[in-house]
């Protein structure tokens, strides 16, 4: 038997960056979560998901001379200290301080550009293959906002059967349903994304004022998303968890517009989400589209006057920021940092119900889809208010 040794640093660097930052687009969302994590107001993304390129560009507040000397050094980071403050103090995206050294592993050159504010030195660090240098130089004095860029390209340049298996196309759209989902959270960000490689700007938000605004205009191009109105916890819910959220009053054809964040950070295919479609399975936002069985095969509104219809099942059109203490959940620590697990399921889980019950209520989804039922289908048995309670119920036991 061989004996049991430690891997050498080199394998070791190299096994812990494959795993840190496995795709193109999460070594461009780690980027993004730092200018995120450094107070940016301003976020300008360019990438190139053919070339594996890509630039963030921000002016949040950059780098200290000594920071940008450990940037890029494994496990350094500036956002936690502690076991306590990784199980505690989520309050940023980052905690494992790996991003920046395995993207610097995996590509060919890594460079740090950044002046911090009321500076009229801006710094330069450059990483390629295992060598690193910083430059620095004085700006005229006019020039003192804070800019900070981070770039990298020739992603996985030495992993030729990775590079050969990417399609930028998956990798372009992932990078944007990415960096969306990220500012739907963060309203007073302006975020600009462009691909290089198409010489077209993908997707642009100015500042908004709040969450609400910010959803509606990302998906200004969904027709429901414009009926989305605030999701509120009636009073008698709140408790350790508190919602913060918007949903709209008519579904949509597929689940693509539902999001779930935990204090801002998101999760992706949660029990949240196949409870929530399944909870409002029954209510009018599900039944939002009928088809004319007249031979047309075209989709009318509900209220048709067709005779025979068919009812095609929409989706909740949502975002949910579950907002509460750390220490209700933990973020499972894999690469995309979005699988979530919470220590009260049952208690996150009534909020989220009672919250979506008042929604339906107070805009009449629950009794106006029993009226518009009825008189559509006549042999179909009629969705009540009281099916829909006994679903939360049953969730709950
Ligand atoms: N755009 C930026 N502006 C200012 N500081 C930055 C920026 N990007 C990175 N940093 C600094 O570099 C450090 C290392 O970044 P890196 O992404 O590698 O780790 P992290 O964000 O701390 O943790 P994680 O690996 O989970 O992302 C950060 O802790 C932060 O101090
Ligand atoms: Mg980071």
């Known amino acids: 038997m061989q004996n049991i040794e430690v891997l050498d640093s080199l394998a070791l660097s190299q096994v812990r960056s494959e795993i840190a930052t496995p795709s193109f687009s999460q070594c461009v969302q780690e980027l993004v979560t730092n200018s995120i994590d450094a107070n940016a107001s301003d976020i300008v993304c360019e990438f190139d998901a053919k070339n594996l390129y890509c630039k963030v560009d921000d002016n949040g ?43 610097a592993k995996l590509c060919k050159e890594l460079e740090i550009v950044t002046r911090r504010e009321n500076s009229e030195v801006q710094y330069v660090k450059k990483m390629v293959a295992h060598e ?171 209220g048709s006057k067709s005779n025979r219809h068919v009812f095609k099942r929409t989706f909740a059109v949502f ?16 690469p995309g940092k979005t699988l979530v697990k919470f220590r009260d399921w049952q208690g996150l889980w009534l909020c989220i119900s009672n919250a979506m019950m008042a929604f339906l209520k107070e805009n009449g989804l629950i009794t106006s889809c029993n009226q518009d039922k009825r008189s559509v289908t006549p042999e179909s048995s009629p969705v009540r208010h009281d099916s829909i309670l006994s679903k939360v119920n049953c969730i709950l036991l």
């Open 319 to 334: 975002f949910l920021n579950i907002l509460c203490d750390h220490d209700e959940y933990d973020i499972c620590f894999e």
């Open 61 to 103: 507040h950059g780098f200290s001379d000594e920071n940008l000397s450990r940037a890029g050094s494994r496990y350094c980071t500036s956002k936690c200290y502690s076991l306590a403050d990784v199980n505690s103090n989520l309050r940023y995206y980052g905690y494992r301080g790996e991003a920046l050294a395995s993207v």
């Open 132 to 302: 690193e240098s910083i430059m620095s130089w004085t700006n005229s004095k006019n020039n003192t906002s804070p800019k900070t860029s981070v770039s990298f390209r020739g992603l996985f340049h030495d992993l030729p059967v990775r590079r050969m298996r990417i399609n930028p196309l998956l990798e372009a759209e992932d990078v944007v349903a990415n960096i969306k989902r990220i500012a739907i959270v963060h309203p007073n960000v302006i975020f600009s994304v462009v691909d290089t490689s198409l010489y077209s700007l993908q997707f642009s938000v100015p500042r908004h004022k709040d969450c609400l605004q910010r959803f509606q205009h990302i998906f200004e191009d969904i027709e429901a998303a414009r009926f989305a109105k605030k999701i509120a916890l009636p009073p008698e819910c709140s408790g350790k968890f508190n919602l913060d959220g918007c949903m709209s009053t008519q579904g949509h054809v597929n689940k693509s517009v539902q999001f779930v964040f935990v204090n801002g950070r998101p999760v992706l295919k949660t029990k949240i989400h196949s409870e929530i479609n399944s909870l409002l399975e029954s209510s009018d936002i599900s039944k939002g589209l009928v088809s004319s069985t007249d031979g047309n095969g075209s989709q009318n509104p509900i």
